[in-house]
């Protein structure tokens, strides 16, 4: 979602994924064993849940697309006892849980959702310019017709890292006082005049655009932070965290709060009543990336990484989105200027 942000094809025009990426070694970092209780927090079609349940093991799996809970049911109901479902934002997995032993959290946009045009995710088939989630609030059209030019360069540059950001706000602005954009073709299309495509290039040159504004929309950034924190606060001492995520600006999150949460600031001794805060998570291991097998089944695998850490016995720590640095966006209510 860029080593991994440009190359997630498949979150705007690729093949979608039906294959779990780094089931393996998310199951291996998990470690589920019966009795235990383990979080989905991004259950999407189920295939981290299944295999932690063929592990032994319980689930309580969120999700905040409806969809993805309504075809969950059966499995649900299959589980005899084992498997919850929620529908809710990731970030509010404390909510859902008092304590667990597992996390695991698969960032970005799932097949389900890729595979529906109507959910506007994707320009591999004609659809509303839509790309919510949870199926409410601010739309991508909403987004592209009302903000301003500036906001619109900011999104595009920051949460796509696309270097034509200001040409495809600008060009934007323009088309959009004659009719509104309502349509993914409509709008990638536009990008493809305005940019242009190179024969053989692989990239959509509406790609790093579309992730944008799905990022934005669905303010996916920050839900990670607050995931992250949330984990920390349920997960039981020698609880595991393991985060599957696909692109540089997520990635980033994770390694920030992993290297935050694992060391333990020095105290002052000109201010002793300041004491050291005690690391929450133990030093994680060497990120994962797929190895030549399942990127050869499963070529969207290609921007995934794993990271993965143990939880002490330490209290959480308190709320801190400063750690993260997350980028400096407009606000949700930025109409244009008439």
Do not use: C, W
């Not at 075809?71 to 404390?94: K, Q």
């Not at 270097?163 to 088309?175: D, N, Y």
């Not at 655009?209 to 349920?234: H, K, S, T």
């Not at 985060?243 to 990635?251: A, C, K, M, N, R």
Request: hydrophobic residues 45%; proline residues 6%; neutral net charge.
């Amino acid at each position: 979602m860029m080593a991994g942000h440009g190359d997630d094809l498949d979150a705007v025009g690729g093949p979608a994924r039906h294959i779990p990426v780094l089931l393996a070694e998310v199951i291996e970092a998990l470690a589920p064993k019966p009795g235990e209780t383990v979080v989905d927090g991004t259950f999407g079609a189920g295939g981290y849940t299944r295999a932690i349940l063929a592990a032994g093991a319980s689930v309580v799996a969120i999700d905040r697309d409806p969809d993805a809970i309504a075809a969950g049911r059966a499995l649900e109901r299959d589980s005899v006892n084992r498997l919850r479902l929620v529908e809710a934002p990731f970030s509010a997995l404390d909510q859902a849980v008092e304590s667990a032993d597992g996390v695991v959290l698969d960032i970005g946009v799932s097949s389900m959702q890729l595979d529906q045009a109507e959910r506007g995710f994707s320009f591999r088939a004609d659809g509303p310019l839509d790309m919510r989630m949870a199926q409410a609030g601010l739309s991508a059209a909403d987004v592209v017709n009302t903000f301003k030019t500036g906001d619109l360069t900011r999104i595009f540059g920051l949460l796509g890292e696309e270097r034509h950001a200001g040409r495809i706000a600008r060009m934007i602005e323009k088309r959009r006082e004659k009719r509104p954009f309502e349509r993914t073709l409509e709008l990638a299309d536009a990008i493809e005049t305005l940019v242009g495509r190179k024969p053989g290039d692989k990239i959509h040159p509406a790609t790093r655009a579309f992730q944008a504004l799905r990022i934005y929309v669905n303010d996916e950034l920050g839900e990670l932070a607050a995931a992250l924190m949330a984990a920390e606060r349920v997960l039981k001492p020698g609880g595991r965290l393991a985060v599957v995520t696909f692109h540089s600006l997520e990635d980033r999150i994770v390694k920030r709060f992993l290297a935050d949460r694992s060391a333990a600031p020095a105290g002052s001794r000109h201010m002793p009543q300041v004491q050291a805060q005690a690391a929450t998570f133990e030093k994680p291991v060497r990120a994962v990336t797929p190895g030549e097998a399942e990127l050869a089944v499963n070529p969207r695998s290609r921007s995934a990484r794993l990271r993965a850490a143990v939880r002490t016995a330490a209290a959480p720590r308190s709320d801190d989105l400063s750690v993260f640095d997350l980028p400096r966006l407009p606000g949700a209510s930025r109409p244009a200027e008439r």
